[in-house]
């Protein structure tokens, strides 16, 4: 994963031999960041994948009114539809993908992204990893 993909704030995956913890983006150079004190380089970082699990502790709560049939969150394809103070939506797809039309359509597989999309969307929102 290069730096240059990341901003400030940006949750990463510290990589194994370093201990594999979950850290914030503090700054950004060209050859890679710095994260809770310590240099990673671009062939270091990690991305955290998205989960179900990460929405929902954050906020991200199943949409009710996808379909009039028993199980009203899910569509006939199976994806899990959620929604973010009415502001941010989109589905879960069986394959572990994020889809939303929020800045036309994107899909969605790692936490930073996410961070991305809900910034331009003018949704601050602190992500909980």
């Known amino acids: 994963m290069n730096a240059n993909e990341l901003m400030v704030g940006d949750w990463i ?6 201990g594999g913890d979950n850290v914030q983006v503090e700054n950004i150079y060209d050859k890679g960041c710095i994260a809770s004190g310590r240099i990673l380089l671009s062939y ?3 991305p955290i994948p998205l989960t179900q699990e990460i929405l929902e502790k954050n906020g991200f709560g199943k949409s ?5 049939i028993p199980p009203y969150d899910k569509d006939e394809e199976g994806n899990m539809h959620y929604s973010y103070n009415d502001k941010f939506w989109g589905w879960w797809q069986p394959n572990g ?12 597989k790692y936490v930073h992204e996410l961070q991305h999309v809900l910034r331009l969307c003018g949704i601050e929102k602190t992500i909980i990893v």
């Not at 995956?13 to 370093?18: C, D, G, V, Y």
């Not at 889809?99 to 969605?108: R, T, V």
Request: charged share 25%; no cysteine; hydrophobic share 40%.
């Open 13 to 18: 995956k510290m990589p194994n031999e370093r």
């Open 44 to 46: 270091e970082i990690q």
């Open 97 to 108: 993908v994020l889809s939303s039309n929020a800045l036309g359509f994107i899909e969605l």
């Open 64 to 68: 009710n009114n996808v379909s009039d």
